[in-house]
């Protein structure tokens, strides 16, 4: 008998989660992981939290035991193209692995600026892997007279915060308000309050028409869209996140700039909705519908989501009937930390209609706020209120605003949560989830 071969395409923190599940749940095969980066797994969260600082060091901050799989690695080589007639995969050197099922993992890609002889220019920065944030940080630690940064999401809120650990001067610019997809401006008012008060210089409702160089193609200057300009050495672009798609265009599976799209058991379809047998995927490529959040199909970039939709996948490749099948019914969490508060949310707020602020104070920049749709609680975010949490984690799914029974409840007045319309994609492009 054929010894079983899974690939795993896409060998980060997904594609590693879903290895060792694999191996976990009794897959004895051949088991192949493809990364197009060369470094081992590695985590991605510390490179705009703690990297850029020297809070850690500047070596690899690889996940644990990467190579104690039994399993064959193709790092430094992208994949090019999926064959699912023939069950197999193309590596842009020009091997071919074939398979007899396969997991995509290929998560995403940060988005570059629009205009590439601005990318170019030196001292412009994008954050997505460890070359990144090492070379920024060396750019940080050598004083540039300004850093400037595009994009008003989570990254940029960390990588401004980090600037003002440093003591640097700092300019964000952003078209909205800040995190105005992922939190909404009400909660988004209260970052802006932290970074004025840290000294970033914040503009929002304007956005970059122009980054300027000079003869040395170095940035000098950019130039925004209600005619200032501003003088930085050091541009750093956080305009969110393109999903690794493109290698799957001319599949004949269900695609498109969201990602993947596959059923609750995080099998993957094609076009008219059928699954295509043996094919997976799980972390910030997929797109799925949860149970949760009326079947939705949400698109999210969650640590805690790329492991648990990983090991799920992992799991019903091994057990192959639906009969034993788990549904991917994670409930997304994302945390955050900058100006030295700790942001937490659990949830999908992006629907809400209502928000209320239930414990501590927003002044104070510690308290907890709910979200609700429809007269249900969808989402909880926490700003260094982090040990109330699971307490409302119960509440997700019932009726708003949450019964905190003997929590502390201040004022449960309702307000509006005031999310951006979807047509200012500068900062959907920023947000942490994305719902249709």
Known sequence: MTEERIVIVGASLAGLRGAEALRSAGFQGKLLLV????????????????????AIPDSLPALPNPYQLNAEWHLGVAATDLDIKNRTVELANGDRLPFDQLLITTGTRARPWSNPSEA?????????????????????????????????????????????????????????????????????????????????DLRLGVSVSKIEGNSQEQVQRVHLSDGAVIDTDLVVVALGAVRNVEWLQQSGIAVDQRGVRCDQFCRVLDPSGAVVEGIFVA????????????????????????????????????????????????LPDFWSSQFGVN??????????????????????????????????????????????????RKEINKPFPPMQGALEQLDCSPIAPEFASSH??????????SIT
């Open 120 to 200: 170019a220019l030196d001292g412009v920065f994008i954050i997505r892997n460890f070359e990144d944030a090492v070379n920024l940080r060396a750019k940080l630690a050598a004083k540039p007279q300004r850093v400037l940064i595009i994009g008003g999401g989570f990254i940029g809120c960390e990588v401004a915060s980090g600037c003002c650990e440093l003591g640097l001067p700092v300019t964000l610019i952003q078209r909205g308000a800040l995190l105005v997809h992922a939190l909404g401006k009400a909660i988004g008012d209260i970052v802006a309050q932290m970074q004025r008060s840290a000294g970033v």
């Open 283 to 330: 972390g910030d490529v997929a797109q799925w519908p949860h149970p949760l959040y009326d079947n939705r199909v949400i698109a999210i970039e969650h640590w805690g989501n790329a492991v648990v939709q990983a090991q799920t996948a992992a799991y019903n490749m091994v057990a192959k009937t639906t009969e034993t099948m788990r549904v991917h019914d994670h």
């Open 343 to 392: 942001i937490k949310l659990i949830g999908l707020p992006e629907t809400a209609d209502q928000l209320v602020f239930t414990q501590g104070s927003a002044k104070e920049r510690k308290f907890i706020a709910a979200y609700g749709e429809a007269g249900r609680t969808i989402a909880v975010v926490s700003f260094n209120s982090a040990r109330w949490l699971p307490a409302y």
């Open 35 to 54: 990364g197009d980066e060369k470094n081992a797994p590695y985590d991605r969260p510390p490179l705009s939290k703690h990297l850029l600082t020297g």
């Open 424 to 433: 200012q994609t500068e900062e959907k492009n920023s947000s942490i989830a």
